[in-house]
């Protein structure tokens, strides 16, 4: 499943270049993911009401283009691959069709700070990520 996301560029987001500092594309990332499960009808709220957390593993920006103040920025966001114990999104970000920004995360599943199998311990979820991997 792809979804998207868009993100007006803040005043406060921008540096005294007036570009949009490269920290803000990690939120926007984030913003995109939240929006991505909320989507799919298990939100973090849930997860973590349901005890299991998702901490980051490993981020990525690649920047291709700026963006600045009250820029849109439309970011594709995806499951990219799933196992049982992380999964990975990608964004593809463009502000009038042209590329700003991909990025990448990935993000495992802890209960008590231990690991834990998503397709075991949310098996919801995970039946829900792999029924919209199969139809992309």
Same mark, same amino acid.
Request: hydrophobic share 35%; charged share 30%.
């Given at each position: 499943?792809?979804?998207?996301?868009?993100?007006?560029?803040?005043?406060?987001?921008?540096?005294?270049?007036?570009?949009?500092?490269?920290?803000?594309?990690?939120?926007?990332?984030?913003?995109?993911?939240?929006?991505?499960?909320?989507?799919?009808?298990?939100?973090?709220?849930?997860?973590?009401?349901?005890?299991?957390?998702?901490?980051?593993?490993?981020? $990525?920006?690649?920047?291709?283009?700026?963006?600045?103040?009250?820029?849109?920025?439309?970011? %594709?966001?995806? *499951? #990219?691959?799933? !196992?049982?114990?992380?999964?990975?999104?990608?964004?593809?970000?463009?502000?009038?069709?042209?590329?700003?920004?991909?990025?990448?995360?990935?993000?495992?599943?802890? $209960?008590?700070?231990?690991?834990?199998?998503?397709?075991?311990?949310?098996?919801?979820?995970? %039946?829900?990520? *792999? #029924?919209?991997? !199969?139809?992309?």
């Amino acid at each position: 499943m792809h979804t998207f996301y868009k993100h007006e560029v803040k005043y406060y987001e921008c540096d005294r270049m007036g570009i949009t500092h490269h920290s803000n594309y990690v939120r926007i990332m984030e913003e995109a993911r939240v929006d991505y499960l909320d989507k799919l009808g298990y939100g973090f709220d849930k997860i973590e009401a349901d005890g299991v957390v998702s901490p980051v593993v490993s981020v $990525e920006c690649k920047y291709k283009s700026p963006t600045t103040f009250k820029d849109v920025i439309e970011v %594709e966001v995806f *499951i #990219s691959h799933l !196992s049982e114990m992380k999964f990975d999104f990608t964004y593809i970000m463009r502000k009038d069709g042209k590329l700003v920004c991909e990025g990448h995360s990935v993000h495992c599943f802890t $209960e008590h700070n231990r690991p834990v199998q998503i397709a075991k311990r949310l098996p919801e979820l995970y %039946e829900k990520i *792999i #029924s919209q991997i !199969s139809q992309s």
